[in-house]
């Protein structure tokens, strides 16, 4: 028989990693029998995530850096503001993992394993997970493991557009940031390559993480994102030399695909959940709401298979929108996104891409992108779901 949990978690990144505090927040799971597996050690600073959020979270005690105000560029238009009530805050992967793997040290019930799992499979009363280093059988199994090499998947109708980007945490020697401006977007560098911007967030006036990120189907060569770096430092800030204290690379899927519904006991959690932003890459906000409402479930209803809300239907129903204007090159992304950024009160846009929004702010969200492009491309997607 193979050693049985209660529950099993498959990759030990972010959203693995936040079902199991919200887990051992509830004291009517907390003493479940829980495995996590995952084939890094998760030791490294992959990654940085930032995320908007107007009340304190679960993970505030590891909040790197955070801004109060944005500032927006685009050939047209630049605006800087206040976000209140939101705070932009940035996490760092690092502090991330040893945060919960410290926390996790109190807890007796609680194994990791470093292996690679190679398969899952329902069973009658539960589900087996197999991996390189043996087979595991649990009640539940949480998966956030994608097969990302096989993305976008072979004969999908849908859209799919990667987020990449290359980030560097950078200093110079002079004082050229505005520690207190998160640049959010600035669409003032080369769309010859498609939707392109340049994402600075300044810790101070000499350093700061200056990312290239572009929603196109086909990623760069490595060199061309050094490249625009350069030139934005150089063109923006006069700045020619400077030290790299940090760097990351990300493709985040943007796509209206859907990597895997609960089937049975297994249940998708984090992007392998659906749980990045089709219109946005962003996911760590959406990985908080999935993982609470899972916890939550699991002690109101014995189980984790949570219904799709009409407002979760709705905004899906938005992301495609906007995909598929920016994958048919119906309207330029800087366009849509310097018209959103000139019409819309800072706070409502946010609340707009965390899918929180009133009826009457998406209304006038959509008043302030054209009718005549955006609602064919609305009645395109309701009509054939894509
Ligand atoms: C560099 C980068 C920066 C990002 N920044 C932001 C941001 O600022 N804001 C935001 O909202 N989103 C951001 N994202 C998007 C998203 O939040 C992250 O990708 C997030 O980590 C997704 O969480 P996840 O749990 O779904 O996947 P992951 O965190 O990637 O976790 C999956 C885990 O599965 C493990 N694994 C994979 N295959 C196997 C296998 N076969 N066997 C065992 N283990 C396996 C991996 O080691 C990993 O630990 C960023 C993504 C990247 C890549």
């Given at each position: 028989?193979?050693?049985?949990?209660?529950?099993?978690i498959?990759?030990?990144g972010?959203?693995?990693?936040?079902?199991?505090?919200?887990?051992l927040?509830e004291?009517?799971l907390?003493?479940?029998?829980i495995?996590?597996?995952?084939?890094?050690?998760k030791?490294s600073n992959?990654?940085?995530?930032?995320?908007?959020?107007?009340?304190p979270?679960l993970?505030?005690?590891?909040?790197?850096?955070?801004?109060?105000?944005?500032?927006?560029?685009?050939?047209?238009?630049e605006?800087?503001?206040?976000?209140?009530?939101y705070?932009?805050?940035m996490i760092r992967g690092?502090?991330f993992?040893?945060?919960?793997?410290?926390?996790?040290?109190q807890?007796?019930?609680l194994?990791f394993?470093h292996?690679?799992?190679?398969?899952w499979?329902?069973?009658?009363?539960?589900a087996?997970?197999?991996?390189d280093?043996?087979?595991?059988?649990g009640d539940?199994?949480?998966?956030?493991?994608i097969?990302?090499?096989?993305?976008?998947?072979?004969?999908?109708?849908?859209?799919f557009?990667?987020?990449h980007f290359?980030?560097?945490?950078?200093q110079?020697?002079?004082p050229v940031?505005?520690?207190e401006?998160?640049?959010f977007?600035?669409?003032?560098?080369?769309?010859?390559?498609?939707?392109?911007?340049?994402?600075?967030?300044?810790?101070?006036?000499?350093?700061a993480?200056?990312?290239?990120?572009?929603?196109t189907e086909?990623l760069?060569?490595?060199?061309?994102?050094?490249?625009?770096?350069?030139?934005?430092?150089?063109?923006?800030?006069?700045?020619?030399?400077?030290e790299?204290?940090?760097?990351?690379?990300?493709?985040?899927?943007?796509?209206?695909?859907?990597?895997?519904?609960?089937?049975?006991?297994?249940?998708?959690?984090?992007?392998?959940?659906?749980?990045?932003?089709?219109?946005?890459?962003?996911?760590?906000?959406?990985i908080?709401?999935?993982t609470?409402?899972?916890?939550n479930?699991?002690?109101?209803?014995?189980?984790?298979?949570?219904s799709?809300?009409?407002?979760?239907?709705?905004?899906r129903?938005?992301?495609s929108?906007?995909?598929r204007?920016?994958?048919q090159?119906?309207?330029?992304?800087?366009?849509?996104?310097s018209?959103?950024?000139?019409?819309?009160?800072?706070?409502?846009?946010l609340?707009?891409?965390n899918?929180?929004s009133s009826?009457?702010?998406?209304?006038?969200i959509?008043r302030?992108?054209?009718?005549?492009i955006?609602?064919?491309?609305?009645?395109?997607?309701?009509?054939?779901?894509?």
């Amino acid at each position: 028989m193979p050693p049985s949990y209660d529950y099993i978690i498959t990759g030990a990144g972010c959203a693995g990693l936040s079902l199991l505090m919200r887990l051992l927040q509830e004291p009517a799971l907390q003493q479940k029998k829980i495995l996590v597996i995952d084939q890094d050690t998760k030791t490294s600073n992959d990654r940085t995530w930032c995320f908007w959020e107007a009340s304190p979270g679960l993970f505030e005690p590891i909040v790197h850096h955070r801004w109060q105000q944005f500032r927006f560029a685009a050939p047209d238009m630049e605006r800087a503001f206040s976000i209140a009530p939101y705070q932009y805050k940035m996490i760092r992967g690092i502090d991330f993992y040893a945060y919960v793997r410290n926390y996790c040290a109190q807890f007796a019930n609680l194994t990791f394993v470093h292996a690679t799992v190679h398969h899952w499979r329902n069973e009658q009363d539960g589900a087996t997970v197999e991996t390189d280093k043996g087979i595991f059988t649990g009640d539940y199994v949480f998966n956030s493991i994608i097969d990302a090499a096989h993305l976008p998947p072979k004969n999908f109708k849908g859209y799919f557009l990667w987020q990449h980007f290359k980030g560097k945490i950078i200093q110079t020697q002079q004082p050229v940031f505005d520690a207190e401006k998160a640049t959010f977007m600035d669409f003032t560098v080369s769309q010859h390559n498609g939707t392109a911007f340049m994402y600075v967030l300044p810790f101070s006036n000499n350093t700061a993480l200056v990312e290239f990120t572009l929603f196109t189907e086909q990623l760069l060569t490595a060199e061309s994102y050094d490249a625009a770096i350069d030139a934005y430092l150089q063109e923006k800030h006069g700045v020619d030399n400077y030290e790299v204290l940090h760097e990351e690379f990300g493709k985040i899927p943007m796509t209206n695909y859907r990597f895997a519904t609960p089937d049975g006991h297994i249940i998708p959690i984090g992007i392998a959940g659906g749980q990045a932003k089709g219109s946005s890459g962003y996911a760590f906000y959406f990985i908080q709401q999935q993982t609470a409402a899972i916890a939550n479930s699991l002690v109101q209803r014995g189980h984790p298979i949570l219904s799709v809300s009409w407002q979760q239907r709705k905004f899906r129903w938005f992301d495609s929108v906007l995909l598929r204007v920016l994958q048919q090159q119906l309207m330029p992304g800087h366009a849509i996104f310097s018209a959103i950024f000139k019409h819309n009160a800072p706070a409502a846009i946010l609340r707009f891409l965390n899918n929180e929004s009133s009826i009457q702010e998406d209304l006038q969200i959509m008043r302030s992108v054209p009718m005549h492009i955006f609602l064919p491309a609305a009645l395109h997607t309701a009509i054939f779901r894509k």
